[in-house]
């Protein structure tokens, strides 16, 4: 994906500036990253970074032999990151890509994160 081409901004910035999406606007554009997710995890691929800042950034992505293989290495940003990442365990990654769907999607219709705290710890 070449987001150089791509008119407008991340959605990140769309949703900041313009604010939520409609459900309808959510519905079509979660459908095509869970689509692209579910490609790549079709070709063993795990994005492990997905966020709204960057859903086409595959800096830590990584392939594995098969999709049950086990990972170890944190990758991700907190807010969009699963539960066992932060117990320092290893770790399947099509999960934690799943979770981080799920963050994005909340982001998306609500325009807020699902989890706030005033530090990291909380």
């Known amino acids: 994906m070449v987001m150089e081409y791509s008119g407008g901004g991340d959605l990140h910035t769309h949703i900041c500036s313009d604010g939520r999406l409609s459900e309808a606007e959510a519905k079509i554009t979660f459908a095509q ?3 692209a997710i579910k490609h790549m ?3 063993n691929i ?3 970074d997905l966020k709204a800042e960057n859903v086409a950034d595959f800096g830590f992505s990584t392939k594995v032999i098969n999709r049950s293989d086990i990972l170890d290495t944190f990758c991700g940003s907190p807010p969009y990151a699963a539960p066992e990442l932060f117990r320092n365990e290893c770790y399947a990654g099509p ?7 799920a963050v994005l999607l909340f ?7 699902p989890f706030q ?3 990291m710890g909380k």
């Open 33 to 35: 990253i869970l689509s």
């Open 41 to 43: 995890h079709d070709k």
């Open 46 to 48: 795990i994005h492990r």
């Open 95 to 101: 999960p934690v890509d799943v979770w981080a769907m």
């Open 107 to 113: 982001f998306m219709v609500t325009g807020t994160m």
């Open 117 to 119: 705290a005033d530090t």
